[in-house]
């Protein structure tokens, strides 16, 4: 399970990022 947690948590924070970076520009 934690292979999918933070597999999860990582593809959350790149859509995050995307988002704040898209809002930024």
């Known amino acids: 399970h934690d ?3 933070r ?3 990582l593809t959350l924070d ?3 990022t995307g988002c704040v ?3 930024a520009h």
């Open 3 to 5: 292979k999918a947690i």
């Open 7 to 9: 597999t999860l948590l």
């Open 14 to 16: 790149l859509m995050v």
């Open 21 to 23: 970076s898209g809002l």
